[in-house]
């Protein structure tokens, strides 16, 4: 438009038809990056690794109305098995990692035994204390779980956790209706969170075995 005088400026990029022309100037094109969008429906990308990977068990931590519950839990770790749709929830008093060892050891020990379920791929977002040195050699030193991989997402991409993030919010949503309704107050969030796990559980539901409740 002619408002710097001395500067020949291309009239075409200010153009309505030139208007989706790509900028070539590599400092333009450095300093407008920006991270790829994770709906684009012209790429799919493969958020959860391979979707006939077998044994995949993701986690991550929630809260529930910011209230400690009746048993003094803070918040939630979910974990969920990909193939079988199974959840499991435990309460956590402070977010450390001696709790989340505490739980991990009881869902490879225990939950997962009585189900027979495997666990061949960990995946959780960044936090340390879902994929610090104490869970990784834990699941390394374990019989059952030596050869599990052990894998995480970057930073403020919780797309890349997807599984979980959606298992979190149902659970979240369940629970408030179970509240609402019932007229109790928010302390029993987390017993809430537990009815709300028992009734995902019971529920048909698409799995690796067919349409069928996860239990």
């Known amino acids: 438009r002619n408002l710097i005088k001395g500067i020949k400026l291309d009239k075409k990029p200010f153009r309505k038809k030139y208007k989706n022309a790509i900028c070539k100037c590599n400092t333009c094109i450095r300093a407008k990056l920006t991270r790829k969008n994770f709906r684009t429906p012209r790429v799919r990308i ?65 939950q997962l035994v009585a189900d027979g379920l495997q666990m061949k791929r960990y995946h959780a977002d960044g936090a340390g204390e879902l994929i610090g040195k104490h869970i990784r050699n ?27 993030e959606r298992a979190n919010r149902t659970l979240k949503e369940m629970a408030l209706a179970l509240l609402l309704d019932s007229g109790l107050p928010s302390v029993f969030w987390f017993t809430a969170v537990q009815h709300a796990v028992h009734l995902i559980n019971l529920l048909p539901t698409k799995t690796a075995k067919g349409y069928i409740s996860p239990v």
């Open 138 to 164: 834990y699941l390394r030193e374990n019989k059952s779980t030596g050869t599990t991989k052990v894998t995480w997402t970057p930073r403020n991409t919780p797309e890349m956790n997807s599984i979980s």
């Open 46 to 110: 493969n958020l959860d690794g391979d979707s006939k990977e077998k044994g995949v068990i993701s986690a991550d931590i929630f809260e529930v109305l910011n209230t400690p519950s009746m048993e003094g839990f803070k918040h939630g770790l979910q974990f969920k098995h990909k193939d079988a749709k199974k959840v499991y929830v435990y309460g956590l008093v402070n977010k450390s990692g001696d709790e989340v060892l505490k739980c991990m050891k009881d869902l490879v020990e225990v």
